[in-house]
């Protein structure tokens, strides 16, 4: 069995900051933290960034990884924001990746008001080429005759991305489906549309909805990411 503390470089065990034992300050909340991008994956390592609005309470954040279907998270990449009130860009280096490993990855803050995590899960998957998949600014755009699901999606090549909504988690209705073509590495604009159908159901009740995104290269190697989305009855 593989040590996650041996695999990502950590000589011991890291320490998670307690709300109480984070300084007093005026926060008006906890942290407000971002999902992690995945800017760069190599064979061993990953580089990653994400943001932190402390919210006016000087903040401790750390970045989490675990090996897919494993359940404990090991943190590194930490350190400590000021307390204003705009988002910081915090970066960090997951190294001693496996090869033909998946992974998944969030960002944790703390201040005096409480803690926060990454409101979804990004995933890199390390292969001889290696393949990462990242879904941020996830939102629901409602009009007086659509309902539509964008996001923005970033990826380490060329190939397709594919979404797909769905309600409930993922096993219930699907209400849209889109793939594009990408030439390479980017961020790519996606939208999903509901439609007409979308925006009746809409009327009667909130949606709990499943946004599914798949990045899939040519050499037939693919990854994919599960984000919740719950939309309010809008009539």
């Not at 300084?23 to 991008?37: E, I, L, N, Q, Y």
């Amino acid at each position: 069995m593989v040590s996650l503390t041996a695999a990502f470089g950590i000589v011991g065990p890291v320490a998670s900051a307690d709300p109480g034992e984070v300084g007093s300050s005026a926060a008006t909340g906890p942290p407000t933290v971002s999902t992690v991008s995945v800017d760069r994956v190599g064979q061993v390592d990953a580089d990653l960034s994400a943001t932190v609005n402390p919210n006016g309470g000087a903040t401790t954040y750390e970045f989490q990884i675990r090996l897919g279907g494993l359940t404990e998270w090991t943190s590194f990449g930490g350190g400590t924001t000021g307390d204003g009130t705009e988002p910081v860009t915090v970066r960090a280096t997951a190294t001693g990746l496996l090869l033909d490993s998946l992974y998944e990855v969030r960002l944790r803050g703390v201040n005096a008001a409480g803690e926060s995590v990454s409101p979804a899960l990004s995933t890199i998957v390390v292969w001889e080429f290696p393949i990462f998949l990242s879904v941020n600014d996830v939102e629901a755009r409602v009009g007086k005759r659509s309902l539509v699901v964008s996001s923005r999606v970033r990826v380490p090549g060329d190939g397709v991305i594919a979404q797909r909504v769905t309600s409930g988690q993922g096993q219930g209705r699907t209400w849209c489906e889109r793939s594009k073509p990408v030439p390479g590495t980017g961020n790519y604009a996606m939208r999903c549309n509901l439609g007409r159908k979308g925006r009746a159901q809409l009327r009667k009740k909130a949606l709990g909805l499943t946004l599914r995104t798949t990045f899939s290269r040519p050499n037939g190697l693919s990854v994919e990411n599960d984000q919740a989305l719950r939309v309010e009855r809008r009539k």
